[in-house]
């Protein structure tokens, strides 16, 4: 694996925006309903130029106890104010610096995004090529919310067959579960398809989760509480379909953990549940060593994130595809000039400095609800 150096970059101001981008239909999982993507764009103004980041929260803390507003606070009061306090910084040190600030990782891994950006597009360094990315193209998988009913829910799975996605994952809740499990499954016969239950369930609902085994799934996705781990070990020892971890795995610690305590056989990794794109990188790397499968998730990113999260998917352990999908799965415009597309059912890693994407700043004015700067 090549992996390259990033330029040290003097910051001389964090401008923060909340946007408010339209979706193209309700997305909805067993926390609830979006209509409106609420995301926080940072720029980082350096010596060497600008670079861009995404704050990946959403506007209320129902799949981690992040939200807009937290994120907004700590990022414009404790984490700009940090890394803007030093003379210069390099990428690999903004987790250290913001470490003495407790948790707040999605926060922290927007801030440090834009100085990674900043950094790789003054040394003309792709992001992908600097985390060590061995693909030009990945595997796009899709994830469908809860539909009205199960045969709307078949409709909709169609519709992204069709465009060619190469993998399709349904979130469940109680309720909504075997039953919309059962119709996809009929209705398409063996796609790869996986659940998502976004933490949904406990261990008393075992013998339910135990039916899901009849459709060889791909896995299912936290079916517990994000501080479960022992109870996913529990659980996973009587499902046959593999468990996955998503909001279960805060840090490279966790994966530790739950890779000792046998909580999940696949990890999701999000560069903002884990604080940004090089401990993610890291956490790829020990499961990597380990033959743990991982994917890469996603938090309906902008083009900004979008195209971070497909050089994160180049790297060689994520072997199972990830819900990086096409940007028009989630928005009708994007705040980059080129959204990513789907290409025979793969999207393209960005080879250009950085994070290979220019913003749309028309697009980017349109979105902005809030902004603000932060100085040295
Ligand atoms: O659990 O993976 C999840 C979106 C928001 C919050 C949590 C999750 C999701 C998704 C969408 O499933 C993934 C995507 O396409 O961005
Ligand atoms: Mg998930």
């Known amino acids: 694996m090549t992996r390259t150096e990033a330029a040290r970059v003097q910051l001389q101001e964090f401008e923060l925006r909340v946007l408010h981008i339209p979706l193209v239909a309700p997305f909805t999982t067993s926390f609830g309903t979006e209509t409106v993507r609420e995301v926080i764009i940072v720029r980082a103004l350096t010596d060497a130029g600008d670079g861009w980041g995404e704050i990946v929260t959403q506007a209320a803390p129902l799949y981690s106890s992040e939200y807009t507003q937290s994120a907004w606070d700590v990022a414009s009061r404790y984490l700009a104010p940090a890394l803007l306090g030093r003379e210069s910084v390099a990428p690999h040190e903004v987790a250290g610096i913001l470490e003495p600030f407790v948790g707040h990782r999605m926060a922290k891994a927007g801030l440090e995004l834009a100085v990674l950006d900043a950094s790789l597009r003054a040394t003309g360094t792709s992001l992908a090529a600097h985390l060590g990315a061995v693909k030009d193209m990945i595997p796009s998988g899709v994830s469908v919310g809860i539909q009205r009913d199960p045969s709307a829910l078949v409709d909709v799975v169609g519709g992204y067959l069709d465009e060619g996605y190469v993998r399709i994952k349904i979130k469940i809740k109680p309720g909504r579960d075997i039953d919309d499990t059962a119709a996809v499954r009929n209705a398409y016969g063996d796609i790869p398809l996986q659940v998502d239950a976004n933490s949904a369930y406990t261990l008393a609902d075992v013998d339910l ?35 996955c971890l998503d909001e279960s795995i805060t840090s490279l610690k966790a994966t530790r953990d739950a890779h000792a305590l046998r909580s999940a056989a696949v990890i999701n990794i999000k560069a903002g549940r884990v604080g940004g794109y090089l401990a993610a990188r890291d956490i790829h790397d020990f499961c990597l060593d380990r033959d743990i499968p991982v994917w890469c998730g996603g938090m309906l990113e902008t083009g900004i ?27 009708t415009r994007d705040i980059v000039t080129e959204p990513i597309v789907l290409e025979d059912g793969h999207v393209r890693v960005p080879t250009g400095p950085g994070l290979g994407v220019e913003i749309d700043r028309d697009a980017l004015e349109n979105f902005t609800v809030v902004r603000e700067t932060v100085r040295r």
């Open 209 to 243: 989760l135990s039916q899901l085994d009849a459709f060889d799934l791909l896995l299912v996705e936290q079916p517990l509480q994000e501080d479960d781990l022992v109870d996913h070990a529990t659980l996973a020892a009587r499902l046959k379909t593999p468990v």
């Open 305 to 331: 994130g979008r195209a971070a999260n497909a050089a994160l998917a180049a790297l060689p352990g994520f072997t199972l595809p990830g819900d990086v999908s096409a940007s028009d799965r989630f928005y």
